[in-house]
């Protein structure tokens, strides 16, 4: 019994796990599969973008996307191969426990046989039986000697069975070193597609050096423009405050003027000077009393109308979506290192996507400025307390004080001083500038 529980958890032991390993291998393929599609996608870009004479930044950051994919893809290849190396270790692992098994169960095997090779006549069979004290002695002997029987014909077919499984694990062992073969082949056509685009991403850097001066100059008008943006974004937010302070002065004035209206109309209808004047003493006293307190707020820019608008944005953090359907990110947040070797610290993230592209609103809320910087325009939208920058567009479609909707279309991609399209995008309050990746929903 104890050999055959023995056998039963190795085979589901090695089952399970075989099983385990395809399921991963699985999701490996189709990890990789979509990689591939990723750069199919991204070489498309690059060769529309190469009728261009000049090598320019989006080409660079095209062929660098379609290196770093290059490397997930042999990064893909490299966790297939040691799975395939732990499979083959555990079939090798079950192949030594089969033979170990074995020799233990043909050992049992030999003994059972050459002790009824010994007592293989009736003559002992009889006198087995019949040495027996009494009746239920015998009756047991006789048990005894048929599960004995039945023990031998049990290691005779525990012997076949394992034979069948140490067969099954060794045509595993053969499927997966062929499978090893043949992902090292792939492994290898993969790594000179790698160098090749590593060459031609150092052709690009090096074109792209060549263009120093023009480039420092476009670095230099980009920076002027990001800066004249800031001031934009800076200006609509402080004009928001400003009516935002505005309108709670106003509601505020109205509100103590209704309690005074109110308290007169009461004194009114005293029926004498006295009371008249109790009344007023009193029409004071409510006017102090019963005006209610302003209610205290994270920001000036929250008001009954928008906080729930603002908290919403504050919980889809992560999970806006993009302002255009498709694009590759020229710059991030931040500081950005350019193949001229000058860093660029920006407080947007730049998208490029073709000219003519619809730009979307990323969430509920209300334009608060369109207008033009330098030969682009720009269009900044309130959500409560923060603001969402859209820069470098033609072609917009909606007005200062609209209220528009998520995914809204505010206009179209402009081209940059490369000649591609793109567009900055800003998140923003009156505190600080916001990464837009972290806001935005992973792709």
């Given amino acids: 019994m104890l050999q055959k529980f023995i056998l039963t958890t190795i085979v ?16 490996l393929e189709k990890q990789r599969q979509d990689l591939k599609k990723e750069i199919e996608e991204t070489e498309n870009l690059l060769n529309q973008n190469k009728v261009r004479t000049k090598e320019n930044l989006l080409q660079y950051n095209l062929i660098s996307k379609k290196v770093n994919l290059q490397d997930r893809v042999i990064d893909n290849i490299n966790h297939d191969l040691n799975i395939l190396d732990n499979n083959l270790y555990l079939i090798a692992k079950d192949i030594h426990r089969y033979d170990r098994l074995l020799d233990t169960l043909k050992q049992e095997y ?37 599960s004995y029987r039945t023990y031998r014909e049990m290691q005779g077919n525990n012997i ?5 499984l140490r067969k099954s694990r060794m045509k595993d062992l053969g499927v997966a070193k062929d499978q090893k073969t043949e992902v090292l082949e792939v492994q290898n056509k993969e790594k000179v597609i790698l160098e090749t685009q590593k ?22 008008a980009k920076q002027k423009q990001m800066q004249k943006v800031n001031n934009a974004i800076a200006a609509a937010i402080k004009r928001a405050q400003e009516e935002a302070r505005k ?14 209206l109110e308290a007169l109309k009461n004194s009114k209808s005293a029926d004498n000077k006295n009371v ?13 009393t019963t005006t209610p307190a302003p209610v205290k707020r994270e920001s000036i820019l929250l008001n009954d109308e928008n906080i729930a608008l603002n908290a919403s944005f504050e919980k889809n953090r992560g999970t806006l979506p993009w302002p255009l359907d498709r694009g590759l990110i020229l710059m991030h947040y931040g500081k950005n290192s350019l193949p001229s070797g000058t860093v660029m610290d920006v407080t947007s993230v730049t998208i490029s996507s073709d000219i003519g592209s619809n730009v979307k609103s990323v969430f509920d809320g209300t334009v608060t400025a ?9 269009v900044i939208i309130q959500h409560g307390r923060y603001f ?25 991609v402009a081209a940059n001083f490369d000649g591609v399209g793109a567009i900055d995008f800003y998140i923003s309050n009156e505190n600080s500038n916001y990464d837009p990746e972290k806001w935005l929903k992973r792709r």
């Fill in 247 to 260: 309108e709670a002065l106003a509601k505020a004035s109205a509100e103590k003027e209704r309690v005074r």
């Fill in 12 to 27: 589901l032991y090695a089952t399970f796990f075989s099983n385990l390993q395809a399921q991963t291998r699985e999701e």
């Fill in 160 to 164: 076949l069975h394992t034979q069948e």
């Fill in 388 to 412: 969402t920058t859209y820069s470098n567009l033609s072609g917009v479609q909606v007005r200062k004080g609209q209220d528009v909707k998520t995914g809204q279309v505010l206009g179209k």
């Fill in 370 to 378: 369109v207008q033009p910087v330098e030969d682009m325009t720009v």
């Fill in 199 to 220: 060459k031609e991403k150092d052709r690009v850097i090096s074109e792209l050096k060549k263009q120093g001066k023009q480039l420092n100059k476009q670095i230099a």
């Fill in 276 to 288: 008249t004047t109790t009344a007023k003493t009193n029409t004071e006293s409510n006017s102090r």
């Fill in 110 to 146: 030999a003994k059972s046989m050459v002790y009824a090779y010994k007592n293989r006549s009736s003559y002992d069979f009889l006198n087995f039986i019949f040495s027996a004290s009494n009746f239920n002695d015998a009756i047991k002997r006789i048990s005894y000697l048929k």
